[in-house]
């Protein structure tokens, strides 16, 4: 079994900032890909960034400049540093990885989703 844990959501006035982090646990061989995700009320869920195996990172384009996402492999701990937050980033936000198990499974595993509400 594997679980995707978040954490470190909460609410923040504009401008300030967050730090999220996904645990993974469990029956882990090795973890590819890692990214953020959130869903907005009313909206569908969107890419917010994503980390290789090797460190490599995307973002989309409404968060570059004020996001970073970063990781531990040995901890298969990820972070997302959330700067100059606006009332518009406010979602759950939810954490991925694309893993294979120790038992010889690949799948993408998800988190329950933490809640990021920015407003004054």
């Known amino acids: 079994q594997v679980a995707l844990v978040e954490s470190g959501g909460g609410l923040v006035q504009p401008g300030g900032s967050l730090r999220l982090s996904c645990a993974a646990s469990g029956n882990i061989l090795r973890i590819n890909v890692m990214g953020w995700y959130r869903q907005a009320p009313g909206k569908e869920r969107e890419l917010v960034a994503t980390?290789?195996?090797?460190?490599?990172?995307q973002y989309a384009d409404f968060v570059k400049g004020r996001f970073a996402i970063s990781r531990d492999n040995t901890k298969n701990t990820m972070w997302l540093q959330m700067n100059s937050l606006k009332p518009e980033d406010t979602a759950v936000y939810y954490c991925?990885?694309?893993?294979?198990?120790?038992?010889?499974?690949?799948?993408?595993?998800w988190g329950q989703g933490t809640q990021v509400t920015v407003s004054s």
């Open positions: 980390i290789s195996s090797g460190g490599s990172a």
């Open positions: 991925n990885a694309d893993l294979r198990t120790w038992s010889g499974s690949a799948f993408r595993s």
